[in-house]
């Protein structure tokens, strides 16, 4: 279930599948694909499993299909590496291309798209160098801050550590939202996480799996 977030005077729905959408131009925003990821590990000799670009699509087709999106904005890193251009890999991003024709598709170039290189031209990407400027957003991966607009970006992954009563504690993606910059989770798998420095007035969102809930700087 989703919950809504007001940033730089807009209304935004986030979305436990990793995800953000903007109602008012009808868009979902994803970081941190990293399309390709698994099978560029496999081609390093590193055993991981396959499959995982089908059910990234399958959780991007269920955002799409619940938020009525128009379109879907990449935040960077849509290939993880040229290694993960493995053809099985390009073919589920081409089938799923076409049943999703209708659907226009932007990538603001991430750290790993310069290595990996822009999508085939057959996905019919728009592909731009940060910052991508819709007021009030200025669309980037890397979240620094810009006279250009409240920057909505990814590439750092990240989560924030809750502590219990017991000593226990878990560390768990979120949405991160500062002054003037906020961070989406990744969306691809194998990607990690790095605990974000959530300063007060910060709005952080955490996902525990099929819930998303709202967290203080002083509970992270």
């Not at 990407?125 to 006279?147: G, L, M, N, Q, W």
Request: with cysteine.
């Amino acid at each position: 279930m989703s919950v809504t977030a007001h940033v730089a005077g807009e209304t935004l729905e986030l979305f436990p599948e990793r995800a953000a959408f903007w109602p008012r131009r009808r868009t979902l925003f994803v970081a941190d694909a990293h399309f390709g990821k698994a099978a560029a590990f496999r081609a390093g000799g590193i055993p991981v499993p396959s499959g995982t670009t089908n059910a990234a699509l399958r959780r991007l087709d269920t955002l799409i299909d619940v938020t009525g999106a128009a379109r879907v904005v990449f935040l960077g890193d849509f290939l993880h590496a040229r290694e993960g251009r493995a053809p099985e890999t390009l073919q589920v991003l081409s089938e799923w291309r076409a049943r999703r024709s209708h659907i226009e598709l932007l990538l603001v170039r991430g750290n790993h798209d310069r290595r990996a290189g822009d999508p085939d031209s057959g996905l019919i990407i728009h592909c731009v160098d940060a910052p991508h400027v819709e007021p009030p957003f200025a669309f980037a991966h890397y979240p620094t801050p810009s006279d250009s607009g409240y920057v909505f970006a990814g590439h750092i992954h990240p989560s924030v550590s809750l502590y219990g009563g017991a000593r226990q504690s878990e560390r768990l993606p979120c949405f991160w939202f500062g002054a003037r910059a906020g961070v989406l989770p990744a969306f691809g798998e194998f990607t990690g996480f790095v605990d974000v420095p959530v300063t007060e007035g910060d709005q952080v969102w955490v996902i525990a799996g099929a819930e998303i809930r709202q967290v203080t700087g002083a509970a992270a």
